[in-house]
């Protein structure tokens, strides 16, 4: 199975500031037909979790452009350029190059 | 509008067995691959199962217990659950699923206990 590590836990941030999320997994995720299948959800309190970005740096449908993620086989980075009130939650990088899916444990970010 | 919503869940013994629905709305349902993802209490979201035009997938820890199925002609996704057991606790959500893009749609939940 392919571990997905997220670093840090917690990230306590400044409004208007940027935040960094940090994924590694355990193995590449490029797949063999080229692409790559790292993904980062958000979950917000309360509520179920929702796509942000795929395929590393694919903003999805409606997701602010101040969400941006990069990176490459082993190690992917989302960052928020300048968070606001609403990016307040916990933050999961997920793998679907291969069954079993996996995700990362996940980095709750908050508002110092 | 894309719509997926979970119910049945409830309160079962362990040992016990439940039947998760998913009704899915504004897409064409058999043309997506989908999804069972938990969250246990205060955890982080763990993969359970899902069904392809290829086949159904599981994690190692549901094998044997849970059949994930799906009926296309009523729009639904169903999660079979027997042999309960306390760690299996968790809110259960139904999402689509594309490799590409992985869990573009997600349901709002249906929250599983089991508890004597």
């Known amino acids: 199975d392919i571990v997905m590590t997220q670093t840090p836990l917690s990230s306590p941030v400044t409004l208007g500031q940027p935040a960094s999320i940090s994924c590694r997994s355990s193995q590449s995720l490029v797949h063999s037909d080229g692409n790559t299948y790292l993904s980062w959800l958000q979950q917000r309190p309360g509520q179920p979790p929702r796509i942000l970005i795929y395929?590393?740096?694919n903003r999805f449908s409606g997701v602010p452009d101040r969400f941006s993620g990069s990176g490459a086989g082993t190690d992917f980075t989302l960052k928020i350029s300048r968070v606001e009130a609403e990016d307040v939650g916990v933050y999961y990088c997920?793998?679907?190059?291969?069954?079993?899916?996996?995700f990362g444990g996940g980095t709750k970010v908050e508002i110092k | 509008e894309v719509q997926l919503l979970e119910s049945g869940g409830g309160l079962v013994q362990p040992g016990g067995s439940l039947r998760l629905s998913c009704a899915a709305s504004?897409?064409?349902?058999?043309?997506?691959?989908m999804t069972w993802v938990r969250q246990a209490p205060g955890k982080g979201l763990e993969w359970v199962s899902t069904i392809t035009g290829g086949g159904a997938y599981y994690t190692d820890s549901v094998k044997g217990r849970f059949t994930i199925s799906r009926d296309n002609s009523m729009d639904t996704l169903y999660l079979q659950m027997n042999s309960l057991r306390g760690e299996d606790t968790a809110i259960y959500y139904c999402?689509?699923?594309?490799?590409?893009?992985?869990?573009?749609?997600w349901g709002q939940g249906a929250l599983v206990t089991v508890s004597s």
């Open positions: 997920m793998q679907s190059k291969q069954f079993p899916l996996t």
């Open positions: 999402a689509t699923y594309q490799q590409l893009v992985s869990f573009a749609y």
């Open positions: 504004g897409f064409t349902f058999s043309s997506y691959a």
């Open positions: 395929k590393i740096s």
